[in-house]
């Protein structure tokens, strides 16, 4: 496949343009920093949108699939209208820019703040899953959600259209495992997302699952890493900052809250990489 991914110099993009690029495909990366060989493009702008979907001069005339990862990657980094407004706008003009070109394949990234986060407010239960309403705390959030209903009417409007929707992780490289001993002191600090993460390579594996997943209509996935982020055990942590929440399974000594149930039985996602490895 010739695959458009925009946000492809991030964090995550990199490794999503690296491993799609090492199983086979052609990659196009579409981004607002991009130099050559990748092409700058402004997803805000629907006009430049639509052409990077369907033809540069030069460089390709047709996208048989598109992952959709650029934006303001979280909340405090500019003012809330100013990311509320870059990452709908610039998800509408992907997805609308698709539909456009006749491109059935899309994945795009969603979040784990759509489950609640930061979690000042208990979860309704541990793990937590992609079966209770979303919970947005921020004009982050609501994107993100507010791009998961939009998505569901793409796919009623064109009954041949696949979307799915990845509720990433905080997107870890090798580098930034090193802090990660530091987190046992204070358990609290790292509440805000049930002490979640995921490798950046585990976050690219869960891409070309879901780019290679036979079905249509939209589907959500929480994609994490299996563990967390403290050599504590799962359990007593939930039991200690949560006594109140419901567990609703016997945890692992180290399992993720974030549930990836859902991504490993229709996806088959399986994490390969954990930060245990390297620290």
């Known amino acids: 496949m010739r695959i458009a991914v925009t946000g492809g110099t991030g ?5 999503v343009v690296a491993h799609l690029r090492e199983t086979g495909d052609e990659v196009v990366n579409l981004d607002a920093a991009a130099q050559r060989p990748d092409i700058r493009i ?31 990657p979280a909340p405090g980094i500019t003012g809330n209208a100013a990311t509320f407004q870059n990452n709908i706008i610039a998800t509408y003009n992907v997805f609308a820019a698709a539909k456009a070109a006749g ?14 986060l930061p979690f000042d407010t208990p979860p309704p239960y541990i793990p ?41 992780s905080n997107v870890m490289d090798v ?3 090193a802090e990660f001993p530091s987190f046992d002191a204070d358990p609290s600090r790292r509440k805000w997302n049930l002490w979640g993460y995921i490798d950046a390579r585990d976050g690219a594996q869960a891409v070309r699952k879901a780019l290679d997943y036979r ?38 000594e180290h399992e993720t809250m974030l549930s990836i149930d859902k991504a490993k039985r229709l996806l088959s996602y399986e994490p390969e990489h954990s930060w245990r490895h390297h620290v």
């Open 11 to 15: 964090k995550l993009g990199r490794a």
């Open 42 to 72: 402004d997803l805000t702008d629907y006009g430049q949108t639509i052409e990077a979907l369907t033809a540069i001069d030069d460089r390709y005339d047709r996208i048989d699939a598109v992952v959709h990862l650029a934006a303001i």
């Open 103 to 116: 491109i059935t394949n899309v994945v795009w990234a969603s979040s784990e703040t759509v489950l609640g």
């Open 128 to 168: 937590v899953d992609e079966e209770y309403p979303a919970r947005p705390e921020s004009r982050y959030s609501l994107a993100k959600h507010l791009e998961e209903t939009m998505a569901a009417q793409f796919c009623r409007w064109n009954p041949e259209l696949k979307m799915i929707g990845l509720r990433f």
């Open 175 to 177: 580098e930034d495992y």
């Open 215 to 252: 079905a249509t209509g939209v589907e959500i996935f929480i994609i994490a890493n299996a563990d967390t982020v403290m050599s504590r055990s799962s359990a007593s942590l939930a039991a200690e900052v949560y006594p109140g929440v419901e567990v609703r399974k016997d945890l692992g």
